[in-house]
């Protein structure tokens, strides 16, 4: 029983630290929105989407975004999923910076 309180303590105190350096990934200016995906693919030297913020009140509609480097395989399928699916995505982006921000996170978001 003492062992098993060690490793979920150990456990615990490592998701806490894993948060706290995670918490940093959100830049200043960046938010999360709840958007619609209206296009998504590869160009010639990045990937890029099209979103609507679905908040009642828009922070952007039809902006395009793009997908950082090391991440774009990935959020391009979240994004097609998106699509195919009829559902939205969460992000993580600054829509003021530049006229093309790089999304930092994407989520697929159940339900709709």
Not at 13 to 25: K, M, R, Y
Not at 31 to 49: D, H, I, M, Q
Not at 57 to 65: D, I, M
Not at 76 to 89: D, H, P, Q, T, W
């Amino acid at each position: 029983m003492k062992n098993f309180l060690k490793v979920s303590l150990r456990k615990l105190l490592l998701v806490g630290l894993l948060l706290l350096l995670l918490q940093g990934q959100v830049l200043a200016g960046a938010e999360w929105f709840t958007c619609k995906v209206e296009v998504a693919g590869p160009a010639e030297n990045y990937s890029f989407v099209t979103l609507t913020d679905q908040a009642e009140t828009p922070a952007f509609v039809s902006k395009w975004f793009i997908l950082p480097p090391d991440k774009s395989r990935e959020m391009l399928a979240v994004a097609l999923m998106a699509i195919s699916a009829g559902k939205r995505v969460v992000v993580v982006v600054d829509p003021e910076d530049g006229s093309y921000p790089e999304i930092s996170s994407m989520f697929l978001q159940s339900g709709q």
